[in-house]
């Protein structure tokens, strides 16, 4: 069962570079959502998605851009990486039934120089 | 907006104990409450998960009861074990038709051989 898979697990970039963390599920999940997680901050949302076509901000997506064109995949977009987007970056599916556990991946360990 | 705090953020016990974790969020209006385990370098594993309706949800050793009125929640482990090291995280869903998690910073665990 691979379950949540992320790519790269970690990348190095130079500011103002562009890049797509990469995310993919098998388990037929509707929902699927990028965290960023910061020392002293916890995770925060970034954009998260209820199905194909349909995406959604959270908390701290400036900076970052989305689309989900299969229920399978959903990357994430830096356009332009500035040292603040520094972070171990997850992915997380779920049913869209909102009493159901989410699922993450293992992370991807960004940091932007 | 609601925040989220867990108390202490490092625990360390000797294996065998029966440890606590807490869990206080300050808006009462949530729609579950979830606690997960982080190793290091690892994706976030959902534990429990408990309903707003309900009081408490147990699997294997580990307990989570919930006091929603006093915005608390409480991660009970039993007979704790060098393998149960690791950070733990409660995560508190606002509405049913909310995706955004707000989660704490979590309590790093070291159970001591």
């Known amino acids: 069962n691979a379950g949540v898979t992320q790519t790269p697990k970690f990348q190095v970039l130079k500011t103002g570079q562009s890049m797509t963390l990469q995310c993919a599920q098998d388990m037929n999940h509707e929902y699927m959502s990028w965290y960023r997680q910061d020392p002293g901050m916890g995770l925060r949302l970034i954009h998260y998605s209820v199905g194909a076509g349909i995406t959604d901000q959270g908390e701290v997506p400036n900076g970052y851009n989305v689309s989900r064109s299969t229920t399978e995949d959903f990357p994430l977009r830096l356009l332009s990486a500035a040292p603040s987007q520094t972070s171990v970056y997850f992915c997380?599916?779920?049913?869209?039934?909102?009493?159901?556990?989410?699922?993450f991946g293992s992370g991807t360990q960004l940091s932007v120089l | 907006k609601q925040e989220v705090t867990q108390i202490p953020a490092a625990l360390s016990v000797p294996e065998g104990e029966n440890l606590v974790l807490n869990c206080s969020f300050t808006d009462s209006a949530i729609y579950n409450l979830q606690w997960f385990r982080q190793d290091p370098g690892k994706g976030l594993t959902s534990l429990l998960l408990?309903?707003?309706?309900?009081r408490e949800q147990t699997s294997g050793r580990l307990n989570a009861s919930l006091d929603k009125s006093s915005g608390r929640s409480t991660l009970y482990i039993a007979a704790s074990q060098p393998g149960d090291s690791a950070t733990y995280l409660c995560?508190?869903?606002?509405?049913?038709?909310?995706?955004?998690?707000?989660f704490g910073k979590g309590t790093k665990l070291s159970v001591i051989p």
């Open positions: 408990i309903q707003s309706s309900q």
């Open positions: 997380a599916s779920g049913p869209t039934e909102t009493n159901e556990k989410l699922f």
């Open positions: 995560a508190v869903r606002p509405g049913a038709g909310s995706y955004q998690l707000t």
